[in-house]
């Protein structure tokens, strides 16, 4: 399938598909954030935020145990890392993808060992120990640019009030008055220097061995910049996109957020930050970092289902072990069929199956291949429905144990278990299924749809078990599913 942009951000072990827009959760474990100082100070509390931004809508967890506001106490290497090892640790043994925010080089190090998959540095990897660190892991790295000294553009008195999580910046002197007066300083001095610092750290890592393929730009929105300059800059962020890295979005509740929708409170700014993403988004960012990752995911995929066509290939497995079996699972494909901005492509034979964790009865299974158009977090919860439809009940998700699946009696199980370039952690859904290579009854049945699922599913990194250490063994086929 033809696609925009076939981009990946390499990041460890983790390749992230930039074809559509990724949202990375802020984490702050720090007393003084700007806006959210204190919330996740206990290791406890921390992990718990990170996995719950997860099933929000997060693809990436950002923990940063300094903050950088005016007045901020500088910490120590070993301080930060008191803060945020345990987070991090936490979050990567539930699979999640961690983003370390830091500008030490030691905590990168330590973090990167502990299984951190991004280094965010704040100084742009100008510190050379940064760019040994770099060099030495297989982390992506987001390069920000952020220059102390301001971007010179002298802009009047006015606008001198500065980013609440920002070190202040000197006053600027007023400029000599021109007959000929505008808005917004001159673009072209404003990138220059931007886009110029960002090509240069890049360059510099490079030739220190890193792949170009792990490194993203952060123009560094509230970083020593007046709101006027930010809005220049993220006027350009398609000059930026050119520059051929992905580019990150950064601009949750920033001051110029506030600046040009009038809200004074930080935490208030999230709508404002959301209209500044779409017009990120919609001029080629894929990267956008925010607090508010739920509100930020509905914006998001609501822009991206309307202005894009985006049509993903899947796979449904499709169980039933009670009433009428076959009926079961031919009324589950309808109303898939029905679900917004997805059909049914095609459906294997049902097969009789043997039971499986701990189920008591033999089970009917199938497997829909679907296109989607959807968010797969969007997707699930259709799927929920239309269990919920047929008469299934699921426990509650704050009770059971993510890992361990359902061994109750089921009218029809709906299990999500792939879509095209996608991945995700978190207990509502992980992509590809945990399972997968292992369930016979899902295997056996996409023979039925493609030539050879076994190498189709290996190249998409799933280990596929040979035949006879999988579960649910496929006994017999029970011939096609009426559903049309």
């Not at 000929?180 to 886009?195: C, G, K, W």
């Not at 560094?220 to 910049?225: L, T």
């Not at 739920?294 to 009670?322: P, T």
């Amino acid at each position: 399938m033809l696609r925009e942009n076939y981009g990946t951000w390499r990041c460890g072990r983790h390749e992230i598909g930039l074809t559509r827009p990724r949202i990375m959760g802020i984490l702050n474990v720090t007393p003084d954030s700007f806006s959210d100082g204190g919330k996740n100070l206990d290791p406890e509390a921390a992990i718990q935020r990170g996995l719950q931004m997860l099933d929000e809508g997060a693809d990436i967890i950002d923990v940063g145990g300094e903050s950088t506001r005016p007045g901020h106490r500088p910490v120590s290497p070993k301080e930060e890392a008191e803060r945020i090892v345990p987070v991090v640790r936490g979050l990567v043994a539930e699979g999640a993808v961690v983003s370390v925010d830091t500008r030490h080089a030691e905590v990168a190090q330590l973090c990167a060992r502990l299984g951190a998959s991004i280094i965010n540095d704040v100084t742009g990897f100008t510190d050379p120990a940064m760019v040994q660190v770099a060099a030495e892991t297989d982390c992506g790295l987001v390069v920000m640019h952020w220059d102390q000294g301001g971007l010179g553009t002298h802009a009047p008195r006015r606008q001198v009030v500065l980013d609440e999580s920002r070190p202040a910046r000197p006053e600027q002197p007023r400029p000599t008055v021109s007959s000929h007066r505008f808005t917004l300083p001159d673009e072209a001095p404003i990138m220059r220097q931007v886009m110029g610092f960002l090509g240069d750290q890049a360059r510099t890592l490079m030739r220190a061995g890193v792949q170009r393929e792990r490194i993203c730009i952060d123009p560094g929105p509230g970083f020593d910049k007046f709101a006027d300059e930010d809005v220049v800059i993220q006027r350009a962020t398609r000059s930026m996109v050119s520059m051929g890295y992905p580019v990150l979005t950064a601009v949750s509740r920033k001051r110029f957020v506030g600046a040009v929708s009038g809200v004074e409170d930080a935490a208030a700014r999230d709508a404002a930050t959301q209209g500044i993403c779409i017009s990120a988004v919609a001029n080629g960012a894929r990267i956008l970092r925010v607090h508010d990752v739920a509100g930020a995911a509905q914006a998001i995929n609501a822009y991206w289902a309307v202005s894009h066509k985006d049509s993903r290939q899947g796979f449904v497995s499709l169980g039933s072990n009670v009433g009428d079996r076959l009926s079961n699972l031919a009324r589950a494909t309808q109303l898939i069929d029905e679900i917004p901005l997805t059909c049914v492509a095609a459906v294997s034979h049902a097969y009789d199956t043997e039971p499986a964790y701990g189920i008591a009865t033999s089970v009917a299974n199938c497997v829909v291949e679907i296109r989607t158009e959807l968010h797969p977090l969007v997707l699930i919860d259709k799927l929920l429905e239309v269990e919920k439809s047929l008469g299934r009940r699921r426990a509650d998700a704050k009770t059971r144990d993510p890992k361990k699946p359902g061994t109750a009696a089921r009218t029809i199980d709906c299990d999500l278990m792939w879509v095209e370039g996608e991945s995700h952690q978190g207990a509502k859904l992980t992509l590809p299924h945990p399972r997968l290579g292992e369930r016979d009854y899902v295997i056996v049945p996409m023979e039925d749809l493609m030539h050879d699922p076994t190498r189709f599913l290996t190249h998409g990194g799933v280990t596929v078990l040979p035949r006879e250490q999988r579960v649910g063994a496929v006994t017999s086929d029970l011939g096609p599913v009426a559903w049309e």
